[in-house]
């Protein structure tokens, strides 16, 4: 059972935000590693995309976790709190969607063949021939891959938090290396969920509008009888190297902009 709490979804949206922008700041290198000075080259547009999504992520646990509690501070089963992260994983992928169905055309496009200049471009000529549809294509494969996967990313980090306090002491004092190995093993364990479903959902959204007319089963089966079962966790090594750090420092950031919010305005 998790510590009794007083949520405010609106203080997980703020500490979520600056949480996007610290996971931004410890993963983008890793997406980019080609000489020191090239590090963090581009990293604007990965933050000002990334925060407000991660704002919403946790305001969706937030909220996830004030339906559930009958009075304020009420003390949260696990199951409670997977519950709630589930709820966070419907939130992002509404955001996720239509975003990365744009970053996966794009980045299957070939240098001699450019059917988009750029996202705005890509939106446009997705909005022509299909209507919002055809942005929103892979919605199901995305909350197959957040709705579980959040859960699992929430609950971990709740349990490893109870697990690392100290007897006689409160969550809210738990030392940053506690906190930081938590938000990381989150990382871990969410894509070790995700992946397969991302995997399924990359090739989905970037395929032919009619190639997969039964959506999740053909993708499954073509992708099977091609590359094997293996293929499932295609990229595993590269997204693991990257959840530790990137999902430590965005728990670590939410942790810190909470105990600001609540030094500033404390919960009543």
């Known amino acids: ?58 305001f969706g646990f937030g909220l996830g976790k004030k339906l559930q509690q009958k009075y304020p501070d009420q003390p949260l089963t696990r199951g409670q709190v997977f519950c709630a992260g589930m709820l966070a994983g419907v939130f992002g992928s509404a955001v996720l969607t239509p975003v990365e169905r744009i970053k996966c055309l794009l980045q299957v496009q070939t240098g001699s063949r450019q059917n988009y200049m750029g996202p705005w471009d890509c939106v446009r000529k997705l909005y022509h021939e299909a209507g919002v549809p055809g942005i929103y294509k892979g919605t199901f494969l995305t909350l197959l891959r957040d709705v579980p996967a959040t859960g699992v990313y929430f609950l971990t980090y709740e349990w490893l938090k109870d697990v690392l306090t100290l007897q006689g002491q409160r969550q809210q004092d738990l030392s940053t290396p506690r906190i930081l190995f938590a938000g990381g093993m989150a990382g871990i364990f969410n894509w070790i969920v995700a992946i397969p479903a991302d995997v399924l959902k990359s090739r989905f959204q970037t395929a032919p509008d009619k190639k997969y007319p039964q959506g999740f089963r053909d993708v499954l089966r073509d992708l099977v009888r091609e590359e094997g079962v293996t293929s499932l966790y295609k990229g595993f090594s590269a997204v693991m190297l990257r959840a530790f750090p990137a999902n430590a420092a965005c728990f670590l950031g939410y942790e810190v902009t909470m105990r600001l919010l609540d030094w500033w305005c404390p919960r009543g």
């Open 1 to 58: 059972m998790s510590e009794a709490e007083h949520v405010s979804p609106f203080r997980n949206f703020v500490a979520g935000g600056f949480g996007g922008v610290c996971l931004t700041l410890a993963g983008h290198p890793l997406d980019t590693v080609k000489g020191v000075q090239g590090l963090y080259k581009g990293m604007a547009a990965p933050i000002l995309a990334i925060t407000p999504i991660t704002a919403i992520v946790f």
